[in-house]
T-cell receptor, first 116, second 112 residues
């Protein structure tokens, strides 16, 4: 069975600085997706970024980028130029590729606080 | 925009009550999911449904059942609520495999 591990329960960063959230996963599959979701105090889960395992290039979405190391089974999220609105809980998630009935598997989350 | 709506944001129920949590999506999605979110445990899958009247157990199905009679609605049922089912419940849906999942805003259930 696949597992997702987030080893940092809490992280903090100052506005305009850069922070990296860690995630490791375990799978025997070769094709899969990895995700970072953001959950602000409103509780609405928002997809931040997605990475397909077959793509070597790291995904980027504006200030958010990932460092995907397939051999090491590592998938970290870098937030550049942090803003107060980035304060939230961040979840790393995994999903098998193209298999019927597969659900997202989540890590335990990292709470990010941003100070001015 | 895709909308996933959970019927209540906050719910307080008594031990032993039968509880229904409702989730409705408006984009003809095939797959729907129920997760439970607890501090320090992340999101854990309770049940999912990949089509009408189809359901599969997730990682923690004990004490729960589900119903999907219509494509747009996926209900989570607590047959006899217990205090250890006090939690945040999140519903999600997606069109099919390999498409993005969309989440509802969660129902915080307290069982007293």
């Amino acid at each position: 069975a696949q597992t997702v591990t987030q080893s940092q329960p809490e992280m903090s960063v100052q506005e305009a600085e850069t922070v990296t959230l860690s995630c490791t996963y375990d799978t025997s599959e070769s094709d899969y997706y990895l995700f970072w979701y953001k959950q602000p105090p409103s509780r609405q889960m928002i997809l931040v970024i997605r990475q397909e395992a077959y793509k070597q290039q790291n995904a980027t979405e504006n200030r958010f980028s990932v460092n995907f190391q397939k051999a090491a089974k590592s998938f970290s999220l870098k937030i550049s130029d942090s803003q107060l609105g980035d304060a939230a809980m961040y979840f790393c998630a995994y999903r098998n590729y193209n298999q019927a009935g597969t659900a997202l598997i989540f890590g335990k989350g990292t709470t990010l606080s941003v100070s001015s | 925009d895709v909308k996933v709506t959970q019927s209540s944001r906050y719910l307080v129920k008594r031990t032993g009550e039968k509880v229904f949590l409702e989730c409705v999506q408006d984009m003809d999605h095939e797959n729907m999911f129920w997760y439970r979110q607890d501090p320090g445990l992340g999101l854990r899958l309770i049940y999912f449904s990949y089509d009408v009247k189809m359901k599969e157990k997730g990682d923690i199905p004990e004490g729960y059942s589900v119903s999907r009679e219509k494509k747009e609605r996926f209900s989570l049922i607590l047959e006899s609520a217990s205090t250890n089912q006090t939690s945040m419940y999140l519903c999600a849906s997606r069109l099919r495999e390999n498409t993005e999942a969309f989440f509802g805003q969660g129902t915080r259930l307290t069982v007293v």
